[in-house]
T-cell receptor, first 115, second 116 residues
């Protein structure tokens, strides 16, 4: 068990709605990254937060946004949901923002289904 | 651009067989890190190993071993004497340091099915 917890585990939303996913980082970790994993694919980087600021973003539209709180927990918000947003959303925490070799610890993910 | 290729989509073996999962990567960076993660049905990605680009020594950890060859841009993973509990999807990943953020570029994964 990694100590990274995500909630909820499963979620069903209607197209056009908004959703908030939550992540609690491993104790002491100040960096959190979010990944989207479509069925049968590898995880795709959405963005990374370090000390409450976004410091890197993948190829995702602005309707994907996030927050990191002083306790280093994090939220992923998705507005105007589309059917293609259906995926497993993974949160990963790590100790430092930009050390490439730092091991990232992943949560179990939130399975989002958009209907 | 960073790219990781796992050409094997699915592998099925009988318990106690050895199995090798292939990973080929592309990067223009001289310093980079490679990872293997295991994803059981529960969904959580479990870290297995991290190697940096300056360390080409092969590594063995119990039934797991890794073969890193910079000349062929490959980082292959072998499970010796496979067990049913090894059944999972395995991902190879490459770390990309953009200067402000560190992200992982994953391959599409190899599903390993170990049967009795």
């Amino acid at each position: 068990e990694t100590g990274v917890t995500q909630s909820p585990t499963h979620l069903i939303k209607t197209r056009g709605q908004q959703v908030t996913l939550r992540c609690s980082s491993q104790s002491g970790h100040n960096t959190v990254s979010w990944y989207q994993q479509a069925l049968g694919q590898g995880p795709q980087f959405i963005f990374q937060y370090y000390r409450e600021e976004e410091n890197g973003r993948g190829n995702f539209p602005p309707r994907f946004s996030g927050l990191q709180f002083p306790n280093y927990s994090s939220e992923l918000n998705v507005n105007a949901l589309e059917l293609d947003d259906s995926a497993l959303y993974l949160c990963a925490s790590s100790l430092e923002q930009a050390i490439g070799g730092t091991e990232a610890f992943f949560g179990q993910g939130t399975r989002l289904t958009v209907v | 651009a960073q790219k990781v290729t796992q050409a094997q989509t699915e592998i099925s073996v009988v318990e106690k067989e050895d199995v090798t999962l292939d990973c080929v990567y592309e990067t223009r960076d001289t310093t980079y890190y490679l990872f293997w993660y295991k994803q059981p049905p529960s969904g959580e990605l479990v870290f297995l190993i991290r190697r940096n680009s300056f360390d080409e020594q092969n590594e063995i950890s119990g039934r797991y071993s890794w073969n890193f060859q910079k000349s062929t841009s490959s980082f292959n993973f072998t499970i010796t004497a496979s067990q049913v509990v090894d059944s999972a999807v395995y991902f190879c990943a490459l770390s990309d340091y953009t200067g402000t953020a560190s992200k992982l570029t994953f391959g599409t994964g190899t599903r390993l099915q170990v049967t009795l």
